[in-house]
């Protein structure tokens, strides 16, 4: 069984930076494409980024530039360092991974950017 436990979240002001932290239970970590996704009130929910077990990364164009996803395997930990966040950034942002077709979600961390 996979857990995906994610933490980080909070309320900041515009242009300011977070850091979320996901760190997932299980051996195999390492060798699975981990993401970051978010959803907002009234929305549906939607990719931010990805990185591969290799460490390659895909964002979202409205991050690009802003948000950085990195992994640590020896921690079993992948993070979505956020910077320059806009209010537009508000929302609950979940950990993803599949493992052998079957998605995995953590409970979710709240973002709040507001002044």
């Known amino acids: 069984q996979v857990q995906l436990v994610e933490s980080g979240g909070g309320l900041v002001q515009p242009g300011g930076s977070l850091r979320l932290s996901c760190v997932a239970s299980?051996?195999?970590?390492?060798?699975?494409?981990m993401g970051w996704y978010r959803q907002a009130p009234g929305k549906q929910r939607e990719l931010v980024a990805t990185?591969?077990?290799?460490?390659?990364?895909n964002y979202a164009d409205s991050v690009k530039g802003r948000f950085t996803i990195s992994r640590d395997n020896a921690k079993n930990t992948v993070y979505l360092q956020m910077n320059s966040l806009k209010p537009e950034d508000t929302a609950v942002y979940y950990c993803?991974?599949?493992?052998?077709?079957?998605?995995?979600w953590g409970q979710g961390t709240q973002v709040t950017v507001s002044s």
């Open positions: 993803n991974t599949n493992i052998n077709g079957i998605l995995y």
């Open positions: 299980g051996s195999i970590f390492s060798r699975h494409r």
């Open positions: 990185i591969t077990s290799g460490g390659s990364t």
